[in-house]
């Protein structure tokens, strides 16, 4: 079946502009988690959501930085006024309970601010 | 503060050789544990999971896990050159509706011919 895809694959904006990066999970998976990954970087927890709950927010690192989940499906990751420390490679996963909640991972969006 | 360790390498070893690669966590209630490969340029891809003490084999692959150390490492038997990337250990959350995943740094493991 499909696996999780994730639009753009790579997006260059001017610092200051909002991007919105879009993921969308493997049909079934009620938790969806973006991260980011900094060059030759590990990968930082942002946002986790499962199912109707409330997301984890915790990983967010500033109020610049917002997502949603809409019909428990697509989520969009939105970044206000860009700055250079944004760029970064914006990985999605999806996992589900039955499959023991190993995560599968979006090939990611490059994001360039410049 | 949940934590999982790994050796950031590199790891260096030659082909045909067994790479052995290690992780330890911190969240004594964590119930299983994953290794995701990553090659450069590219999203982490999943090899193995494993949630009982003991040894797990898939091919090549072996995970070996020991809840009483809080040690998870995998085993490479016979490492070819496109065995080369970083590996990345995570261990799932304990407690509550809470299933995020903790992910370690990884280890670069480099495989010569």
């Known amino acids: 079946g499909a696996g999780v895809s994730q639009s753009p694959s790579n997006k260059v904006t001017e610092k200051g502009k909002d991007v919105e990066l879009r993921c969308d999970p493997i049909s079934g998976h009620t938790a969806l988690y973006w991260y980011r990954q900094s060059l030759g970087q590990g990968l930082e927890f942002l946002i986790y959501?499962?199912?109707?709950?409330?997301?984890?927010k915790s990983g967010l690192p500033s109020d610049r930085f917002s997502a949603e989940r809409t019909g428990g499906s697509v989520s969009t990751l939105t970044i206000q006024r860009t700055q250079q420390e944004d760029s970064a490679v914006y990985l999605c996963a999806s996992s589900s309970r039955t499959s023991g909640y190993e995560q599968y991972f979006g090939p990611g969006t490059r994001l360039t601010v410049t | 503060q949940k934590e999982v360790e790994q050796n950031s390498g590199p790891l260096s070893v030659p082909e045909g050789a067994i790479a052995s690669l290690n992780c330890t966590y911190s969240d004594r209630g964590s119930q299983s544990f994953f290794w995701y490969r990553q090659y450069s340029g590219k999203s982490p891809e999943l090899i193995m999971f494993?949630?009982?003490?003991g040894d797990k084999e898939d091919g090549r692959f072996t995970a070996q896990l020991n809840k009483a150390s809080q040690y998870v490492s995998l085993l490479i038997r016979d490492s070819q050159p496109s065995d080369s990337a970083t590996y990345l250990c995570?261990?799932?959350?304990?407690?509550?509706?809470?299933?995020?995943?903790?992910f370690g740094k990884g280890t670069l493991l480099t495989v010569n011919p």
């Open positions: 959501f499962q199912g109707n709950s409330a997301p984890d």
């Open positions: 995570a261990a799932l959350n304990s407690g509550g509706s809470n299933y995020k995943l903790t």
């Open positions: 494993i949630y009982s003490n």
